[in-house]
C-alpha cells in the first residue's frame, strides 16, 4: 500500500499541546521577521558601499575639470585685456589713417602736434574735426613737458604758421602723480 492512503484514512490527531503550537508559530514569524531585517540590512549596505565607490570614483574628474575650468577661465581674463588694448590700438590706428588719408592741413596739424611732443607724454585721446580743429587729450608726469609742448606748438618756425590758436581746456594731478591735461588746437 501507498504511504499517502495511509496516511489519508487515519485521521490526524496533534497531542502536543497548544501553547507549544503557538509558541512555534510565534518563532517561524520572529526567524522570518529577523531573516528579512538581515537581507533589508545587507542591501542597505550594498546601497551604501555602492554610493560610496560612486562618489569616490567620480570625485578625481570632478578635479580635473574644475581645474580645467579655473585655467580656462584665467585664459580668457587674459585673453579680455589683450582684446581690450587691442581694440584701443586699432581705434587709434583708425584715427591715424583718417588723418593721413584726409586734408593736407590736417595732417600737418596732426604731424606736428605728434612730432612737438616732448618724451614723457602720452596721447590718451586725439580727435580732429572736418575743419580740422584738434582736441588732445595728454598725460605726463611732470608740468615742464606740457609747458615745451605750448613753446614748440606756438614756435612760428616750427609750426609754419599752421595754428591760430591754442586753447588749454583743463589741467589736474592724478593720484598717481600723472598731470593730465587737454588742449584745443585751431589751425588757420
Known amino acids: 500500500m501507498d504511504s499517502q492512503t495511509v ?91 583718417s588723418l593721413s588719408g584726409g586734408d593736407t592741413k590736417k595732417r600737418a596739424v596732426f604731424n606736428l602736434m605728434v612730432l612737438s611732443l616732448p618724451f614723457e607724454t602720452q596721447i590718451s585721446d586725439l580727435g580732429v574735426d572736418k575743419n580740422g580743429q584738434m582736441e588732445a587729450v595728454l598725460s605726463s608726469v611732470s608740468v615742464d613737458s606740457l609747458e615745451t609742448l605750448l613753446v614748440n606748438l606756438t614756435n612760428q618756425e616750427k609750426n609754419s604758421d599752421l595754428i591760430r590758436k591754442i586753447e588749454l581746456n583743463s589741467l589736474a594731478v592724478g593720484k598717481d602723480g600723472q598731470y593730465r591735461f587737454s588742449l584745443s588746437i585751431t589751425p588757420k
Do not use: Y
Open 7 to 97: 496516511n489519508t484514512s487515519r485521521p490526524a490527531f496533534n497531542l502536543l499541546p497548544e501553547d507549544l503550537l503557538l509558541e512555534r508559530k510565534h518563532s517561524s514569524k520572529l526567524v522570518f521577521v529577523n531573516r528579512l531585517s538581515i537581507v533589508v540590512l545587507v542591501l542597505i549596505v550594498l546601497f551604501a558601499s555602492g554610493t560610496l565607490m560612486l562618489r569616490l570614483s567620480q570625485e578625481a574628474p570632478l578635479k580635473k575639470a574644475q581645474e580645467t575650468l579655473s585655467g580656462a577661465e584665467s585664459k580668457i581674463t587674459a585673453l579680455k585685456d589683450r582684446e581690450s588694448q587691442l581694440l584701443t590700438l586699432k581705434q587709434q590706428l583708425g584715427l591715424i589713417d
